[in-house]
């Protein structure tokens, strides 16, 4: 753990980035091709401001939300990351944990480095969470079947099906330095040990298992008729691809650009995300990630049409900066700056954030109401 105090996300970045070796961090923080995506995730935020309501009791604040019949403390879950053992030993057990303290939710990734058994137990055991599987439409069908037969053993609400990623985005830095799972470490969700995705190169060791053929028609009947869990779709930034979500009966869709690690150029998700909640009206949840990293970035996507906000780098630099506390800290950063936003902002409950009774100002040329 590092010395100096960890305030704000951006702290946490910096002091997890001084602790971690180059390679993993880059593979951590990096994006796609020009990086212009991972940049603009988050920069995005700032052309839009808030409009405080004054003289509003805010003495009682309620920022939960439910999801999955379940309240959670506040409009903030942990997206799945790959191979957090490279952030801390204790990798995704720690963060089910620290999930679980927080009262908020997880995904597991299909790259987990325990099994989805042990990581919704460790968090089970501290408190009430749920967690979701997050799943590739794979070219081992069986092997597909398989992970979606155990997340739902083990009491995952919903398969997250990443839809972005038919092969894997364009990554210079990470090819640079040569990133590779450290030796030792075990993928048991997609059955693989670091030593087996090691042997083969760098785009087929992540690639490989990923389906480059998959398509609306193949997964989701074929989903929906092996698992009676949630289907959400992650990694969607147009109005028409909610409209297909919705055809096909999917449960939510996470607003998502891979955190800019898949096809870099594309907008920045709180950019496409009004225009997707238009679409969906109400008839589909609207989740996002990618970039969130203040109190304001969750209030803002909120009154910009979102249910919830997911973060994965957060939860990262968390975990390398110390581990299950680490998370825990980024958690509550981020759990107490909302809170404080919705004070100074005049709202006391999720449902008066809104687009139209605050307004949202955009400062790219003169401000005017969205
Ligand atoms: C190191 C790393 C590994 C990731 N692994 C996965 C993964 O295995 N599956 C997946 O769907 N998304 C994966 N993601 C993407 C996240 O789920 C999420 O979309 C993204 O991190 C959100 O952006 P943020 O990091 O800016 O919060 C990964 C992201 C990072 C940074
Ligand atoms: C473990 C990796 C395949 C995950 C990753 O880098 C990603 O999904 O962006």
């Not at 603009?40 to 004054?54: A, G, H």
């Not at 069908?141 to 739902?152: C, H, L, P, T, Y």
């Not at 028409?240 to 800019?260: F, W």
């Not at 110390?322 to 100074?344: A, P, T």
Request: with cysteine.
């Amino acid at each position: 753990m590092a010395a100096e105090k960890v305030l704000c996300i951006a702290d946490l970045e910096k002091a997890a980035s001084q602790i971690l070796p180059a390679a993993t961090r880059d593979f951590f923080n990096s994006g796609a091709t020009s990086q212009v995506t991972v940049r603009e995730n988050s920069s995005s935020y700032q052309k839009y401001r808030i409009l405080p309501r004054v003289l509003k009791d805010v003495s009682q604040v309620s920022t939960k939300i439910s999801l999955f019949d379940r309240d959670i403390s506040f409009p903030l879950c942990v997206s799945p990351a790959g191979l957090q053992a490279m952030a801390h030993p204790d990798g995704e057990l720690a963060t089910s944990r620290a999930c679980a303290k927080a009262g908020t939710n997880m995904g597991i990734s299909s790259y987990a480095n325990h099994s989805v058994e042990q990581i919704t137990t460790a968090g089970k055991e501290i408190g009430p969470i749920h967690h979701v599987m997050q799943l590739y439409s794979m070219a081992d069908r069986e092997k597909e079947a398989r992970i979606v037969r155990r997340a739902e053993a083990a009491g995952c609400k919903a398969i997250f099906l990443t839809a972005d990623s038919p092969v894997l985005g364009v990554r210079y830095n990470e090819w640079r330095t040569g990133f590779l799972p450290s030796p030792g470490l075990d993928n048991p969700i997609i059955e693989k040990t670091s030593e087996q995705i090691q042997q083969q190169s760098h785009d087929d060791g992540f690639s490989s298992f990923n389906s480059a053929s998959h398509s609306w028609a193949k997964e989701i009947p074929w989903l929906r008729s092996i698992t009676d869990m949630e289907i959400w779709i992650k990694g969607i930034l147009t109005p028409e691809d909610v409209e297909t979500a919705i055809e096909y009966g999917c449960d939510g869709v996470i607003i998502s650009n891979h955190g800019g690690r898949q096809l870099d150029e594309t907008p920045a998700t709180v950019d496409v995300l009004p225009a997707c909640a238009k679409a969906a009206r109400g008839r589909i949840r609207i989740h996002i990630d990618g970039g969130v990293r203040s109190g304001s970035d969750i209030f803002k996507a909120l009154a910009l049409g979102a249910e919830c906000c997911w973060v994965g780098r957060p939860m990262l630099w968390g975990l390398a900066y110390n581990g299950q506390q680490g998370v825990e800290l980024m958690l509550d950063i981020l759990y107490q700056d909302f809170k404080r936003s919705m004070q100074l902002a005049g709202c006391k409950s999720i449902s008066e954030i809104s687009q139209s009774s605050l307004g949202i100002f955009r400062s790219d040329g003169p401000l005017a109401r969205l």
